[in-house]
């Protein structure tokens, strides 16, 4: 358009001396309508005098083709650089759909990220709360356990506090029942060999074979063989022991009211 509109200027500058009037240039797009009414004015004028057209007129005559072949020139040069804002428009917005379809891409990918990473965060707190929950049950069974264990181990102790208490009954009672026999023999014995002082020794056989007896009594109900065989034993020394005190030869059974104490007595 540039190289149109020096053309343009040069022709404008060349002209003959014999064109009507100044013709200002549009800048070099397009020939002004008052430069082509002022250039076919001589024309007209020639072939109204008769003549044939020579001269100046012919001269302004090529002029006016030569401006009416630049407008051409000048159209299509328009026509290009339309053609070509046309293009650089298109490309503009190509690139624009371009943009806005990267920054939506880019908008989605952050949304799928940010997706992603609440999922990933959503498993992971779901993770914490079951390995709480397994941390709980485990603690749990671990109080059980001990709590058992404790209980198990003070059920022993307890076991053993009961067998060793009733160990030392046993021994303690074991003990005493030795103690009872050996002077329950010494009575019997004092008593069989006509010592002196049998008559306390016989008495006190009898009340010491009476509390033995009266105590197998009462240990019969847990035994019944027992008590019935240790009944049985006390009741014949009893009756020995009775028999050597209605025998023996001491003065205070020899008395007449001495036979009635010890059958008295035999009967309890």
């Not at 007129?57 to 290009?80: L, M, P, S």
């Not at 002077?183 to 306390?200: D, Q």
Request: contains cysteine.
């Amino acid at each position: 358009a540039e190289e149109v509109g020096l053309a343009l200027r040069g022709q404008a500058l060349a002209r003959p001396a014999g064109w009507p009037g100044e013709c200002a240039l549009d800048d070099g797009l397009f020939p002004p309508l008052d430069c082509i009414a002022q250039a076919s004015a001589p024309r007209a004028a020639g072939a109204a005098e008769g003549g044939d057209g020579s001269g100046p007129e012919d001269a302004g005559r090529g002029n006016c083709q030569a401006v009416f072949a630049g407008g051409e020139q000048v159209a299509a040069a328009r026509e290009a650089r339309l053609a070509i804002v046309g293009a650089a428009e298109a490309q503009v917005r190509v690139r624009g759909i371009e943009s806005y379809a990267a920054v939506q891409i880019r908008q989605r990918s952050e949304e799928q990220e940010t997706e992603r990473c609440r999922i990933a965060q959503e498993a992971r707190t779901r993770r914490l709360e079951r390995m709480a929950q397994v941390a709980e049950v485990l603690v749990l069974e671990q109080n059980r356990t001990r709590r058992q264990q404790i209980a198990l181990e003070a059920s022993d102790k307890k076991a053993s506090i009961d067998s060793s208490l009733q160990a030392q009954q046993l021994a303690h009672t074991r003990s005493e029942s030795l103690y009872l026999f050996l002077v329950f023999m010494a009575s019997h014995i004092g008593t069989r060999l006509r010592m002196p002082g049998g008559k306390f020794s016989a008495m006190f056989l009898v009340v010491f074979i009476r509390y033995l007896w009266l105590r197998a009594k009462a240990a019969g109900n847990g035994s019944f063989l027992r008590g019935l065989l240790q009944r049985g034993l006390l009741q014949r020394s009893l009756k020995g022991s009775l028999a050597a005190l209605l025998e023996s030869p001491a003065a205070h059974l020899a008395a007449p009211g001495g036979r009635v104490e010890a059958a008295v007595a035999l009967r309890a």
